[in-house]
C-alpha cells in the first residue's frame, strides 16, 4: 500500500519548457488535491478534483491545468513554466471533499525553473 | 480574505522543554481546524478541531480550540529531538472544505 505517489522527485526546467507532475493513489479516495509550497509558507491550493471526472481552481490557478485521468490518479500540468512556479508541489488525496481530515500527502515534487 | 497566522514562526528549546504554538484564523464560515507535522518532506495529520473548548490529545501532544476568540494552541510536553519538525496549522471552510494554511511554526529541539 504506497498511499500517494509523485513523479517525478525533482525537476529542473527552464522558462517557458512545460511539464507535467503526475500523482496517484490507491487508497480508493474520492478527492485529489495539489497544493504548492513556497519558503516560509504553509501550503496554498492550487488545484483539486472533488471526484472523477470533475476539477476545480483553487487559490492558485494560473500557470496551471489538471486533468483527473482516473480515479487514481490526478495529473498538474505547468503549459509554459516561469521562474515564479519554482515551488515544492504537494499532492494530496482523501476519501472524500468534506473528509478533511483523511487527506494524505504525497513525498513532494521540487521544481526548479531557470 | 481567509487568514491563518501561526507564532511563533520559529522556536529553539531544549529537549524536555514544553512549547505551545499558536494559531489564530479568520475565516468565512469555519467549520474546523488542522493542525500537521511536516518533516523533511510531506505534512502528516495530527490534530482535527470542531468544537470549542474540547482538548484533543495524543501522547505528548494536545491542543485546543477556542471558536470565540478564533485560535488554537498546539502544546507538545517534554519535548524529544524527533518533535523537530515544521508545524502548520489550516482552517477549513464549510462552504467547499477548502483549507487555508498558516506560514508553520519551525520547532527545533536540541539535545
Known amino acids: 500500500n504506497a498511499g500517494v505517489t509523485q513523479t517525478p522527485k525533482f525537476q529542473v526546467l527552464k522558462t517557458g519548457q512545460s511539464m507535467t507532475l503526475q500523482c496517484a493513489q490507491d487508497?480508493?479516495?474520492?478527492?485529489m488535491y495539489w497544493y504548492r509550497q513556497d519558503p516560509g509558507m504553509g501550503l496554498r491550493l492550487i488545484y483539486y478534483?472533488?471526484?472523477?471526472?470533475?476539477?476545480d481552481k483553487g487559490e492558485v490557478p494560473n500557470g496551471y491545468n489538471v486533468s483527473r485521468l482516473n480515479k487514481r490518479e490526478f495529473s498538474l500540468r505547468l503549459e509554459s513554466a516561469a521562474p515564479s512556479q519554482t515551488s515544492v508541489y504537494f499532492c494530496?488525496?482523501?476519501?472524500?471533499?468534506?473528509?478533511?481530515?483523511?487527506?494524505?500527502f504525497g513525498p513532494g515534487t521540487r521544481l526548479l525553473v531557470l | 480574505e481567509d487568514k491563518v497566522v501561526q507564532s511563533p514562526l520559529s522556536l529553539v528549546v531544549h529537549e524536555g522543554d514544553t512549547v505551545t504554538l499558536n494559531c489564530s484564523y479568520e475565516?468565512?464560515?469555519?467549520?474546523?481546524l488542522l493542525w500537521y507535522k511536516q518533516e523533511k518532506k510531506a505534512p502528516t495529520f495530527l490534530f482535527m478541531l470542531t468544537s470549542s473548548g474540547i482538548e484533543k490529545k495524543s501522547g505528548r501532544l494536545s491542543s485546543i480550540l477556542d471558536k470565540k476568540e478564533l485560535f488554537s494552541i498546539l502544546n507538545i510536553t517534554a519535548t524529544q529531538t524527533g518533535d523537530s519538525a515544521v508545524y502548520l496549522c489550516a482552517v477549513e471552510r464549510g462552504s467547499n472544505y477548502k483549507l487555508t494554511f498558516g506560514k508553520g511554526t519551525l520547532l527545533t529541539v536540541n539535545p
Open positions: 487508497m480508493n479516495h474520492n478527492s
Open positions: 494530496a488525496s482523501s476519501g472524500s471533499l468534506s473528509r478533511t481530515e483523511t487527506q494524505y
Open positions: 475565516v468565512t464560515n469555519f467549520r474546523s
Open positions: 478534483s472533488a471526484s472523477e471526472g470533475t476539477t
